[in-house]
C-alpha cells in the first residue's frame, strides 16, 4: 500500500537554530501534503497544506515565517523550523493521500520529535 | 462546540470484554469518515474506514449514524494489543483533504 515516509524521527537542536523535516510519498505522487503538530495529551492540529509547485497554505495561528513549506516535487515536502525554540518542540507529522482520491484515508509519515534546548 | 468530539476517556476495559464508544461531529455534510488508531509517541495509522452501511473488520465494528451525526466503533474480545488512542477522522465535503481530528478516545485494556 501507500507509503510516506519522514525523516528524521527524532531530533534535538538548540535554541535558535533551524530544524528541517523531510515527507515522502513513496510509491504515490501526492500533490497535496499536510503537516501537522501534536503536542502530548492533545489531538493532531494542521499546521499547514503543502501545495506542489505553490505556496504553502497557513492554518490561522501558524507563521509562515517560522514554520518555511517547500513542496518542491510530486514526492517530496519540507518543512523548516526557523529559529527554533522550546516551545516548538513537539511531535510533527505530515500525510498525505493519493492525487485524486478524495474519499480516501490519509497515509501519515512516522513523525518527528523534536526537542528544543 | 468542537467540529470533532470524542470522549477522551480511558476506557478501562478488561481482556476479552466488548468496548464502544462514539465520536460525534458538527458538519451535517461530512462526506467521509475514519477511525485511526495512535499509539503513545507513534504517528496515526488507519484502522478502517467508516462506510454508510456499516462495516466489520474483524474484531472492530464501525457505525455511521447520518441523522445524529456520529460515528462508533466497537472493539469485540479485546487484546492488551488494542490499547491506544482512538482518532475519529472526518472529512467535510467543502475542504479537500483537510481532515478534521477528534482528540482520541484512550483504550486501556487490563489483563
Known amino acids: 500500500g501507500a507509503v510516506v515516509s519522514q525523516h528524521p524521527s527524532w531530533v534535538i537542536c538548540k535554541s535558535g537554530t533551524s530544524v528541517k523535516i523531510e515527507c515522502r510519498s513513496l510509491d504515490f505522487q501526492a500533490t497535496t501534503m499536510f503537516w501537522y503538530r501534536q503536542f502530548p495529551k492533545q489531538s493532531l492540529m494542521l499546521m499547514a497544506t503543502s501545495n506542489e509547485g505553490s505556496k504553502a497554505t497557513y492554518e490561522q495561528g501558524v507563521e509562515k515565517d517560522k514554520f518555511l513549506i517547500n513542496h518542491a516535487s510530486l514526492t517530496l515536502s519540507t518543512l523548516t523550523v526557523t529559529s527554533a525554540h522550546p516551545e516548538d518542540s513537539s511531535f510533527y507529522i505530515c500525510s498525505a493521500r493519493s492525487f485524486g482520491q478524495n474519499s480516501s484515508p490519509l497515509h501519515f509519515g512516522n513523525g518527528t520529535r523534536l526537542t528544543v534546548t | 462546540r468542537k467540529e470533532v468530539e470524542q470522549d477522551p476517556g480511558p476506557f478501562n476495559v478488561p481482556e476479552g470484554a466488548t468496548v464502544a464508544f462514539n465520536c460525534t461531529y458538527s458538519?451535517?455534510?461530512?462526506?467521509?469518515f475514519f477511525w485511526y488508531r495512535q499509539d503513545c509517541r507513534k504517528e496515526p495509522k488507519l484502522l478502517m474506514s467508516?462506510?454508510?452501511s456499516g462495516n466489520e473488520d474483524g474484531r472492530f465494528t464501525a457505525q455511521l449514524n447520518r441523522a445524529s451525526q456520529y460515528i462508533s466503533l466497537l472493539i469485540r474480545d479485546s487484546k492488551l494489543s488494542d490499547s491506544a488512542t482512538y482518532l475519529c477522522v472526518v472529512t467535510p465535503t467543502d475542504s479537500w483533504g483537510k481532515l478534521q481530528f477528534g482528540a482520541g478516545t484512550q483504550v486501556v485494556v487490563t489483563p
Open positions: 467508516v462506510y454508510s
Open positions: 458538519n451535517s455534510a461530512s462526506q467521509s
